[in-house]
């Protein structure tokens, strides 16, 4: 229902930029127009030029997410879903939500499975979480068969209902990284990719708000040093990867040369690193060979 005088969409957008500016929100400007497009359904770019009143339940609406958005939740935690590629993926309060670095891994791992002559290349993402790595793998390179695991089950009830909307094609296994999967993929894994916890423990009270308060810990912490899960995939990944197996590891800023490192230490043979759109090394790359 409209009611007379009430607010156009340009006029809710003015005064929602101007309260989350003046409480020092992080993109005040994005924030609100992402929030106000979506609830519209349309661009962000026709927002300024809607005149027409809105209805009382799309006003109510809009205030209750600025005000979740005023408590510094994320847009993505208000909305429910977040975009990743070419993908809307759902999300819930286990599932990290997916950001662009990781955009990033996801093109390092298709530059690796693309270059592989392997017929259908074995895929494997270790910590699933919403899937966006896994499905973006499976949609962009459909002859792949494409497995993904998490250790929480409604991580992977998400990432489920995420593979059958966009009609990806994934397997998904609640385990502890590679613990059980023996028997189903052993020395089966052509291509191994993960994004792994890798924030130092002590750093993560230091984090942005949005991030320290709303993203699960566990998808966060990566130990002492921050490093704690690459160890693990180095010294447990070997008896499901076939022989010259490509691993793609996300990595934390300053991270890639030590991880590099760290797979070199036991057995991997470093093959590059991979940047994101500022540069930054954001992605590792190594080869496992099952003999010398």
């Not at 500016?21 to 962000?44: F, G, W, Y």
């Not at 423990?201 to 966060?220: H, K």
Request: aromatic share 6%.
């Amino acid at each position: 229902m409209v009611q007379t005088g009430a607010p156009s969409a340009r006029q809710l957008l003015r005064n929602a930029v101007e309260r989350l500016t003046q409480a020092d929100i992080p993109e005040p400007v994005a924030s609100a127009e992402v929030l106000l497009a979506e609830l519209l359904c349309v661009r962000r770019s026709e927002l300024v030029s809607r005149e027409e009143p809105q209805t009382n339940e799309e006003i109510a609406l809009y205030e209750t997410w600025i005000s979740r958005r005023l408590q510094r939740e994320p847009v993505q935690r208000i909305l429910g879903y977040a975009y990743f590629r070419n993908l809307r993926l759902e999300l819930d309060g286990y599932t990290l939500i997916p950001r662009p670095d990781t955009e990033s891994v996801v093109d390092a791992a298709l530059e690796v499975i693309e270059s592989r002559d392997d017929g259908t290349c074995r895929v494997l993402d270790l910590g699933t979480g919403s899937g966006a790595i896994a499905i973006s793998l499976a949609s962009e390179q459909p002859s792949s068969d494409v497995h993904a695991t998490d250790n929480s089950e409604s991580s992977l009830r998400v990432a489920r209902r995420n593979a059958v909307r966009t009609g990806s094609k994934v397997r998904f296994y609640r385990t502890d990284l590679f613990m059980g999967l023996d028997a189903l993929l052993a020395n089966s894994v052509d291509v191994l990719v993960s994004n792994p916890p890798y924030v130092r423990s002590a750093q993560i009270e230091t984090l942005a708000q949005e991030v320290r308060d709303w993203d699960p810990r566990t998808a966060l912490d990566g130990g002492p040093d921050g490093l704690g899960f690459y160890r693990r995939i180095f010294a447990e990944a070997a008896p499901l990867l076939k022989n010259m197996a490509d691993v793609v590891l996300e990595v934390g800023d300053g991270q890639a040369e030590t991880v590099l490192e760290l797979g070199q230490c036991a057995g991997y043979e470093p093959m590059g690193r991979h940047t994101d759109l500022t540069g930054t090394p954001r992605a590792v790359w190594l080869r496992w060979r099952s003999w010398g």
